[in-house]
């Protein structure tokens, strides 16, 4: 990424429209990972734990310990849908991946959440703001020098 090109990311954020085009409040929370989180965990057949609503998983971690379930990944992207000449269309419908680490058990944990609403996204903001929170808190000691790290090349 070259020093004074703008990604789809920070063009999205300037223009309050997600990566795919259509308008979005929590832009932010649309990210292009340099690379992909697994779904599964390569050592156990219990992960991805997958939930129907945001809710739903809310209702579960929202309020949980940020060390024994810590996020350190999470995806967001739109669901797709077409309309009547068959071009893809938003649907204000979103489908999210967190990923936590369980630290004290060592087990790296995928969640699909299936049905994000767009009204629900500020939620989901909160909630993961929180767990960026912590992880700056665990990486303090590096966080004072951040220079060049939008320079490197992906």
């Known amino acids: 990424m070259k020093k004074n090109e703008e990604t789809k990311i920070e063009e999205a954020a300037r223009t309050k429209q ?5 308008d979005l409040s929590c832009c932010a929370l649309f990210a292009e990972h340099p690379y992909y989180a697994s779904e599964n965990n390569y050592y156990s057949t219990e992960w991805p734990c ?4 945001l809710e739903d998983f809310l209702d579960e971690f929202e309020d949980s310990d940020l060390d024994m379930n810590q996020v350190f990944r999470f995806d967001i992207t739109e669901v797709m849908g077409e ?3 068959g071009n893809e ?3 204000g419908r979103y ?3 967190v990923v936590m680490i369980l630290q004290r058990k060592g ?3 995928p ?5 994000v ?3 629900q996204l500020p939620r989901l903001e909160n909630y993961l703001a929180r767990h960026w929170d912590n992880l700056r808190l665990i990486w303090a000691p590096f966080s004072a020098n951040t220079e060049g790290l939008r320079e490197r090349e992906l």
Not at 50 to 53: A, G, N
Request: net charge negative.
């Open 111 to 115: 969640h699909i959440i299936n049905d």
């Open 107 to 109: 087990i790296y944990a």
């Open 18 to 22: 997600n990566p795919n085009g259509s």
């Open 89 to 91: 269309i938003p649907t």
């Open 50 to 53: 997958k939930w129907e609503s």
């Open 117 to 119: 609403e767009r009204c």
């Open 95 to 97: 489908q999210a991946q």
């Open 83 to 85: 309309d009547e000449e």
